[in-house]
């Protein structure tokens, strides 16, 4: 099965600091794209940042930022100068672009908790 | 962007009973449609996926169906509810090639 992995169930963090989440994947795909979505405790499923596959460059989103390794199928999510209003669950998952049907594979999450 | 609209947000139903949550979305045509379920605060499992009217795949055996009687229309749905069923249920939509998919506000769903 073409999996999602979080390593970390939970992590913490100061205020205005930066922290670092992995994610790793499984794919066979040659192209194909990653997310992260935040999940508040209102729960409400927010895109943070997404990837292709195919470029090189990191995606940057203000103080978001990832590392996308290809080749070893990492992609995990910095968030500098954390605040408080970052304190969420996330979650990594990859768009599966075997069935065109843009379907998304979830890990199982990383809860975050910005202190101040 | 699209807005996803569902309902109803809370449920407390019995072991047994029927069970429908509806989702409509606005500001695309033609999207594809998913249920996911959330149990325990944990990752989220796909339950179906939907590309067109009355097209629906399922993504896992279980006890519920999902119907799209409308291009932006989504329905779960269950005859006979069982304990197992309880979770937070979400609602989204795409387009599919990597682009945004959005997410409705979800309906938590206890089953007694």
């Known amino acids: 099965a073409q999996t999602v992995t979080q390593s970390q169930p939970e992590m913490s963090v100061q205020e205005a600091e930066t922290v670092t989440l992995s994610c790793t994947y499984d794919?066979?795909?040659?192209?194909?794209?990653l997310f992260w979505y935040k999940q508040p405790p209102s729960r409400q499923m927010i895109l943070v940042i997404r990837?292709?596959?195919?470029?090189?460059q990191n995606a940057t989103e203000n103080r978001f930022s990832v590392n996308f390794q290809k080749a070893a199928k990492s992609f995990s999510l910095k968030i500098s100068d954390s605040q408080l209003g970052d304190t969420a669950m996330y979650f990594c998952a990859r768009e599966d672009g075997s069935s065109n049907t843009g379907k998304l594979i979830f890990g199982q999450g990383t809860t975050l908790q910005v202190k101040p | 962007s699209q807005t996803i609209h569902q309902w109803p947000a809370t449920l407390v139903q019995p072991v047994g009973s029927p069970l429908s949550l509806e989702c409509t979305v606005e500001?695309?045509?033609?999207?594809?449609l998913y249920w996911y379920r959330q149990a325990a605060g944990r990752g989220l499992q796909l339950l179906f996926y939907s590309v067109g009217i009355g097209q629906i795949s399922s993504e896992v055996p279980q006890n519920l169906s999902a119907s799209r009687p409308q291009d932006r229309q989504f329905i779960l749905s269950s005859k006979k509810l069982l304990l197992s069923d309880s979770g937070f249920y979400l609602c989204?939509?795409?387009?599919?090639?990597?682009?945004?998919?959005?997410f409705g506000e979800g309906s938590w769903l206890t089953v007694v």
């Open positions: 989204a939509s795409g387009t599919g090639g990597g682009n945004t998919i959005y």
């Open positions: 500001g695309t045509s033609n999207p594809n």
């Open positions: 794919t066979s795909e040659s192209n194909y794209y």
């Open positions: 990837q292709e596959a195919y470029k090189q």
